[in-house]
């Protein structure tokens, strides 16, 4: 048998090496990572949680909730999710937040353990990332793979990595995406495997659409620079363009019910807090930012101290023909400056501010500084140049030594950037021996390794000095109880159980089972936020993070049979049972639905979707030399004092026995009433209070409530209602016994089956939200009507069996947008299949 030759054999060791150097990439960027988590003493390597911002109030609970989903133990199902927002759809958040791959990784691992695999989210993101820049360098273009593979750590723990993306894991799949669009976008430029490219860009919008978009963008216009330097005729390059623009398009397309359903999902929202645009940073702060391991306002686009030597190294290197240097330079300015000028920030992030940092697009970025780099040290760089390069960002580093990203971090690596100097320096005098080349990069390895794993670690440090990022409670003993007590303790879908009122996230009936009111989520529904708060329910964030009902009637309303309350249990919680309506109830005929003008007060809008008067309404008396009156349109308003607070003190009578509740859902200030002192923290419209008890009405029949506040404000002008429980007792017995015989709910969809001829208005304890369509003995479905922002449906004259089904909107557009796309995909794979089979015959 004849051994291979050499030469048949030699094919396969640039293979090898580039894979082996990809997989280097990857360790070196999670190790340096993990070492930076360790020594910090991070969650899994210490005591310290994760668990902050948004990755503790939505990710980890939205996680949780997906490990239920993938082991059968939660009540809804990918299309719904009746745990949160007394019910909301949930398959806009799957798309958004949960579609990174590594997310599915959660199942592997138990509930309480959840915290681990988001962790390995980020962690095997930035690994992948950085293993598939070192492909994608290679790419771009030739040279050394070990090199490439440093460079490309630099990539995976850039600013924006370990300042932004480490918060959302979502996010971190658009770090993936970056060099799989770079890859797809080079294979049409050589004019190759457009239907794999097509599947790397369903691929990268798929796992995240929103920092996908910005990777196409970034990586759009890296192919045009390519395109303008490469010596092709002008038709070839515009096949190329058009070869791109039909790859880009057609995988897009591909991925057509992520977008469908999420952009249906974003417009049907809560609107966000508009947020203005408050201005670029100083010359000297933006370019502060180019320093490793600082933290301060700007666009995060460090990618560490060896990309920015070799960037600025660039322009002096010889070999690179001047064209070129212009020309990627020039992109780098372009780029930088498109991030902090209104017009650009609002094109790369899809039209809309954010409602938050408007910096997130840096992550495009980083990729083009890195291979800006890259194109720099593959031309190998004289020591001259090298020199010339270090020059600059000394410069650099003294024109914005004031600025207040310059902490002790940023000094400390600045001085540390002289070690790789150094070593390329020395790499430049052993050319050609590949002994000592391979000790002096390994050397380098070592360097860009342990001045990642500082830059993350005293990225790290820094932001823990923000209250802002202290971490939430998400799993402790106490949650776990709380848990196993909800989990325990479930009627549903007979009634709910509240597991309010939300002491560990903001997202409690993910995290902790239940149904209950909170929901934090871009996606919270106009149409829920609306709802319940028209009923007495408190939010957050304009309406972005809902509340559960602190009021014995509302919780009524929502069929609230167990819920958690401050208390001084085991958990310092108390575990409360109260009686409850089901979930579906039946209003006699007649019942006055939803319409403007219908309720002049919560209590009034209370009392009609409950179906039953339980409130006084009592006519507040102010004190002495107050208004008498409140101000037609806006109510009650607060009388200045003579140490400049604002205040007033009103009288009201109510029957002896029943219990005051207090609604002023935008004040702020102090309430006093009964002896009690209740602190309100409302602000029209970003933060609405609940309704609030004041105590029991004495036997006099008297209350007294004072309101002191700083700030001159306006009071509703019927804030007081005293509930009757003896009222409400009769009225949700009322309701269990003319409710259904049976109850049934499904992942996303509940059925009620009554005695024979029940007239009347069938209410479902949910917020009708669009895509609910309802059928009555099986009739055809249609869209229902609304009682209090519920789901409410005539049984006419007469019915035995309501069916409500939900079924996300958009989602039938993508999936046939989808199909159109996969046609057309497997149309142009077969037609390219055929031609290489003639080509083969002849």
Known sequence: MTSPSPKALSIFRPVT?????????????????????????????????????????????????????????????????????????????????????????????????????????????????????????????????????????????????????????????????????GIAYDWCLHRRRWVAGTLLVTLSWAGNFYTAAMATLGMAVVLLVRLFLDVRAGRERLNTLLRAASMTLSGVLLAAPVLTVSLKASRASQPAPVRGYEGPPTVAEYLAQLLPGGLSEGPRVSVGMLPLLLIATLPFIRRVPLRERFCWLFLLAVMAGSFIWLPTILLWHGGAMPNGSPYRASIALTAVLVSVAWLALAREPRPRELLCGAGVVLLLVVFVRDSPHMSRGPWLLAAAGLVPLALLLTLDRYRGRRGSRAVLTVALAGTVFLTSAYTVFNTTVLRDAYDWWRPKRTYDSESLATYKFLKSADGWPVTRTDPGPHEYANNDPMLLAGQGGSYYSSYVPARTAGALHRLGAGWFIQGRHTLSFTDPVSRAIMGVSRYLDRGTGPLGLTQRTVPAPPIVTVRPPGTVLDRAGTDATVFARQERVLGARVYEIPRLRPSNGSPPKPVPGRGWALAAGPDGSFGRTFTAR????????????????????????????????????????????????????????????????????????????????????????????????????????????????????????????????????????????????????????????????????SAAAAVIVLLVAGGSALRTRRRALR
């Open 654 to 817: 109510c029957r002896p026995g029943t219990v005051a509740y207090w609604y002023a859902p935008w004040f702020f200030g102090r309430v006093e009433a009964q002896g009690r002192t209740v602190k309100s923290f409302g602000r029209h419209s970003m933060t609405g209070n609940g309704l609030t008890a004041l105590g029991t009405v004495p036997a006099n029949g008297t209350i007294t409530v004072t309101v002191v506040s700083g700030r001159r404000q306006y009071l509703p002008p019927s804030p007081l209602g005293c509930l009757n429980q003896t009222s409400l007792d009769h009225a949700v017995r009322h309701l269990q016994s003319t409710g259904p015989q049976q109850l049934r709910a499904g992942g996303h969809s509940i059925e009620a089956t009554f005695a024979s001829g029940t007239r009347g208005t069938a209410v479902v304890s949910v917020p009708a939200t669009s895509g609910w369509q309802c059928a009555v003995d099986g009739a055809r479905a249609t869209t229902p009507r609304t009682l209090g922002g519920l789901i409410a449906v005539n049984l006419g004259d007469g019915a035995t069996t309501l069916r409500c089904t939900f079924r996300p909107p958009g989602l039938r557009l993508g999936l046939a947008v």
């Open 17 to 181: 090496a580039q894979a082996m150097a990809a997989w280097f990439a990857a360790f070196l960027s999670m190790g340096a990572y993990c070492l930076a988590m360790a020594v910090h003493g991070t969650y899994p390597f210490g005591g310290r949680s994760r668990a902050v911002n948004d990755l503790g109030n939505q990710f980890v609970p939205f996680h949780a909730h997906l490990w239920d989903l993938m082991h059968g133990n939660t009540t809804g199902d990918l299309y719904f999710n009746w745990s949160s927002g007394y019910g909301t759809p949930f398959l806009g958040d799957f798309f958004t937040y949960l579609m990174n791959p590594f997310s599915w990784l959660v199942g592997g691992f138990p509930r309480h353990l959840v915290e681990l695999p988001v962790f390995l989210v980020t962690l095997f993101s930035i690994g992948l990332a950085s293993g598939l820049m070192t492909v994608f360098l290679g790419r771009l273009h030739p040279g050394s793979p070990w090199l490439r593979a440093l460079l490309s750590v630099c990539f995976g723990l850039s600013a924006w990595t370990i300042s932004d993306g480490f918060a959302d894991p979502m996010w971190m799949w658009g770090l993936v995406a970056l060099p799989l669009l």
